[in-house]
């Protein structure tokens, strides 16, 4: 078997595992996730939602990546099949593999077609801070001027791509582990800059509005809007913020030596996400923007806030194109940490089941991102901001995939790979010992939790018109053609994924597919 | 800052401070040796 390359030191692994899971909802989705759902009295479902479902779903993504790579595999197509194996003949393990690659292959090239396009924005966001170019103008119509002028958007999506694409090229100890080495530290200092800026602003429009007002609204208890929905909330923020569900734990753990220590470095990962997440994530934007526009305008999330509230706070705050830049560096930062996982994911694909060398396949790689990030650039309801391609993606692919593959996480890497092997796994090197008590947790709850979220979101989708023809949120129909597109692509990308896994799992296990028994055994 | 928000905070942030510190410098610690 040939030699894979392998992480060069713990902390470049943990550090790039931490910029994996850290992205761009730790910054924006989390603090308008709690301010709505309960604010202090959201981290009770929360830290419930960690333990017992991000923890082990992390650990269960971790021993499956390990597991793989110890077979040459960084891909999950090939890994579920190994692992199903245990309980399964060949022939129906193949099954378990084309799943698995389907899914992590659908969200590697479908998510990143579109989170590239955002980390391209604030690539632009960080330049445009730093000169002052939105400064006196209104941000809607700045954003909107941005998206309409192409030459822009290629200029700092293609930059954005190409960056990726050297990192990757140059391999996972010189060129990702270097590259996090640099980034990650930057990425907390950032945080660390903004955290200090908004403790000191004061009430600088009203008395009643000040960035202690925004922590005090964000962490205020509020019990009676912890429900079922903001428990459902929760956990789909844990799924978001871990990374799960995506296939590139996996992969980054696939370059683990097979002894190296999974049980403790999954926990380390997971604090340093929750340390961005809830200390950092949930101390900047809406503080800072409840200063400046109260609560009404500060309590918002997603693009709304990143790209049109906190624009209009940076261009009335003392140093803004500083912290202007700053803050678009630390989202740039965070989700170019987190896409160069979801771009090796592919490059592994091309290089293990294509034999196509790293180079070639991340050219492979760039020039795919470029064309299946084209209709985002094309859409027009971009001039509207309703961007329905991305939203169509963002809803199936970036939200409800990736609790079906957390679901196939555990029925794969710990049912039918069998909970002995798993747990024996989970110990091979390990730096802990973790509990007995917590195995039944692995085993029934995380399990049961997935399953709960998925029908509470499924019902959530049916409720809010998703599944219609023309989806509830469409407000300008003679552009549900665009929702269409994003179906058609998101099809043809699933059945993509799964003739790719079927054929990459045939190809280095024919003989046992043939013979319906296991083999290759190590 | 009203009482209960400073307390909810300090909790979510003492949990998260203290389960940091614990797994990375152990992490560290066990890298060294091995």
Known sequence: ?????????????????????????????????????GGGAFMIPYFVALFLLGVPIMWAEWVTGRYGGKYGHGTLGPTFYLMARESLKPRSAVIFGMIGGMFAFSVTTLLNSYYLHIIGWSA????????????????????????????????????????????VAQGVSKGIERWVKVMMPVLYVAAILLVLRSLTLGSPVKPEWSSIKGFEYLWEPRFSEVTFKSALAAAGQIFFTLSLGMGIIQNYASYLGPEDDVALSGLATVSLNEF??????????????????GPEKAIAGGVGLAYIALPNVFMNMPGGQLFGAI???????????????????????????????????????????????????????????DLY?????????????????????????VWLFKPDNFWEELHKGAYINVPGWIKPIIMYIAPIYTIILLLGSTWDYYKAGYFKAVPGYVGAPEYANWVWYARGMMLFILILGAIEAYLAIKKKYSEELAKNEVIVKL | MKGSALAFMALAWGIIL?????????????????
Do not use: C, H
């Open chain 1, 1 to 37: 078997m040939e030699q894979r390359d392998r992480w060069a030191t713990k902390i470049g692994l943990i550090l790039a595992m931490a910029g994996n899971a850290i992205g761009l909802g730790n910054f924006w989705r989390f603090p308008y996730q709690a301010a709505v759902n």
């Open chain 1, 389 to 413: 391609y991305l939203t169509e993606l963002d809803n199936w692919v970036g939200s409800y995939l990736l609790v079906v593959l957390g679901l196939f996480d555990i029925i794969v890497a």
């Open chain 1, 327 to 385: 803050w678009f560096l630390l989202l740039w930062f965070a989700g170019f940490t987190s896409a160069i996982a979801m771009y090796n994911y592919l490059t592994a694909l091309l290089e293990e089941d294509l034999k196509i060398n790293r180079r070639t396949g991340a050219a492979i790689v760039f020039l795919l991102y470029l064309i299946l990030g084209l209709p985002v650039v094309l859409d027009p309801t971009k001039a509207s901001l």
């Open chain 2, 18 to 34: 203290i389960w940091m510190y614990l797994a990375v410098s152990k992490l560290l610690k066990a890298g060294q040796k091995s």
């Open chain 1, 124 to 167: 632009a966001y960080t330049y445009f801070s730093a000169t002052g170019a939105y400064f006196g103008k209104d941000s809607v119509e700045f954003l909107i001027s941005y998206l309409s002028n192409n030459t822009q958007v290629f200029l700092f999506w293609g930059l954005s791509v190409a960056l990726l694409g050297i990192a």
């Open chain 1, 276 to 293: 961005a997440e809830v200390i950092l994530g949930g101390s900047i934007a809406i503080p800072i923007a409840f200063a400046y526009l």
